[in-house]
């Protein structure tokens, strides 16, 4: 099974800060990653798909790349609705694992 | 507009079965994969299993193979999910969610819609 690390864990930041979150894949999986944000007590909620392409919806400030093993996604101006969990999924291969989260809280 | 219903959680006893239901509505259930993911309490994200658009591919995670069956029936458009032999650690929110691809196995594909997700509690 594919797994994917995320780092940091969790961080704390300032509204308008930049925000960097990291996902390694323990194999190659091409650009077959995608990111989701969850809130507190609802389901999770797709920003970027196969990499890199934004989910319609989703605002600019949203950007994800990589491919191969290591991707990012990275936040240019957090705001106060994006203090969320975020975790990446693979769909290189099934089982279709999810990286453990990284939790984004106001500093 | 799409819509994702589940149903079936509660309390139940370790070693016991529960079979969760996934209502779909607003789009053409039968065009789309369909996954089960899960939530303990406090924790991340755990993928649970997938069908194809058809019901002739499924897969399932490491921790729920052998116990959980899913399943679908595209004439009521519901997806299902035969849980057996209830562990404590399966206790979690329960959500579906449809898979942008038809295909269960292939690469790619996106989970762009969710349900609110039911609680399953498996306490004795």
């Known amino acids: 099974d594919i797994q994917l690390t995320q780092s940091p864990s969790s961080l704390s930041a300032s509204v308008g800060d930049r925000v960097t979150i990291t996902c390694r894949a323990s194999?190659?999986?091409?650009?077959?990653l995608n990111w989701y944000q969850q809130k507190p007590g609802k389901a999770p909620n797709l920003l970027i798909y196969?990499?890199?392409i934004l989910q319609s919806g989703v605002p600019s400030r949203f950007t994800g790349s990589g491919s191969g093993t290591d991707f990012t996604l990275t936040i240019s101006s957090l705001q106060p609705e994006d203090f969320a969990t975020y975790y990446c999924?693979?769909?290189?291969?099934?089982?279709?694992?999810f990286g453990q989260g990284t939790k984004v809280e106001i500093k | 507009q799409v819509r994702l219903v589940e149903s079936g959680g509660g309390v139940v006893q370790p070693g016991t079965s529960l079979r969760l239901s996934c209502a779909a509505s607003?789009?053409?259930?039968?065009?789309?994969?369909m996954h089960w993911v899960r939530q303990a309490p406090g924790k991340g994200l755990d993928w649970v299993a997938v069908?194809?658009?058809?019901?002739?591919?499924?897969y399932y995670g490491d921790s729920v193979k052998g116990r959980f069956s899913i399943s679908r029936d595209n004439s009521e458009d519901t997806l299902y999910l035969q849980m057996n032999g209830l562990k404590d650690e399966d206790t979690a929110v329960y959500y579906c969610?449809?898979?942008?691809?038809?295909?269960?196995?292939?690469?790619?594909?996106?989970?762009?819609?969710w349900g609110q997700g039911t609680l399953v509690t498996v306490s004795s």
């Open positions: 969610a449809r898979d942008t691809d038809i295909a269960a196995g292939g690469k790619g594909g996106r989970l762009d819609y």
């Open positions: 194999q190659y999986i091409s650009s077959y």
């Open positions: 196969a990499a890199s």
């Open positions: 999924q693979q769909t290189y291969s099934t089982p279709r694992t």
């Open positions: 607003g789009f053409t259930f039968s065009s789309h994969a």
């Open positions: 069908m194809s658009y058809d019901g002739s591919n499924k």
